[in-house]
């Protein structure tokens, strides 16, 4: 039972456009969400995160938006560079606690110069 | 600061034999865990411990084992190795477990085949 999805394995932009990255859970305890960066022969680096109390969290060129009512968060990436060609997992965590997080399966972010 | 380091990177077995995955963080960090990425699924939790001498199971516990005797190691024992644990391995560390904030540092990961 898949809490958290990304239902689409891989997106492909062009450099200097906007990159949009899905997730969808189900789960309406998560209270706290995460977007998770992976590059080849590496473990997930931490990105961005939200609290379910907002609807929009920015640092940098990523946005984290968050739609409570249709249990559906969104990565953007303005403008996308070829660095950020990466997989990106969304996460969700329940009580805040981070034994309680649930992984969605990633998208294969490839950014074109 | 090396951060959570996994050895080994690769690493075959044979259906039956048993290893341990090494895990290691020099953060002093309370929180680590386990967790294992298969194709299509995302990456799911096997077991964590929240300190020293204190250890819990996750989503998939079944054919592994841990102990936590420092709080800078936490290793994995896979007690009889079938195909189906044949999967990315990663280790992870976070100051506390109940952090709001509290994001968890990965190691570069483990990856094992069983044949």
């Known amino acids: 039972d898949q809490q958290v999805k990304q239902n689409s394995p891989s997106l492909s932009v062009q450099e200097g456009r906007i990159s949009i990255l899905n997730c969808d859970y189900t789960n309406s305890m998560f209270d706290y969400f995460l977007w998770y960066k992976k590059y080849p022969a590496e473990g997930p680096t931490f990105l961005i995160s939200?609290?379910?109390?907002?609807d929009k969290n920015e640092d940098g060129r990523f946005t984290v938006f968050l739609n409570k009512s249709a249990k559906h968060l969104s990565l953007h990436i303005v403008p996308s560079q070829p660095g950020d060609s990466a997989v990106y997992f969304c996460a969700a965590k329940m009580g805040f606690r981070n034994n309680d997080m649930r992984f969605g399966a990633g998208t294969r972010l490839t950014v074109k110069p | 600061n090396a951060g959570v380091t996994q050895t080994p990177k690769f690493q075959v077995l044979k259906t039956g034999q048993s290893m341990t995955l090494q895990c290691a963080q020099d953060?002093?960090?309370?929180?680590m865990s386990w967790y294992r990425q298969d194709p299509g699924m995302g990456l799911r939790l096997i077991h964590y411990s929240v300190g020293a001498g204190i250890t819990d199971q996750g989503e998939v516990p079944n054919g592994y084992n841990v102990s936590r005797s420092t709080t800078e190691d936490f290793p994995l024992r896979l007690l009889s190795a079938a195909p189906s644990q044949t999967s990315v391995y990663f280790c992870a560390s976070s100051e506390t477990v109940t952090g709001a904030t509290d994001t968890q540092y990965f190691g570069p990961g483990t990856r094992l085949t069983v044949l």
């Open positions: 953060m002093n960090h309370e929180y």
């Open positions: 939200i609290s379910s109390i907002k």
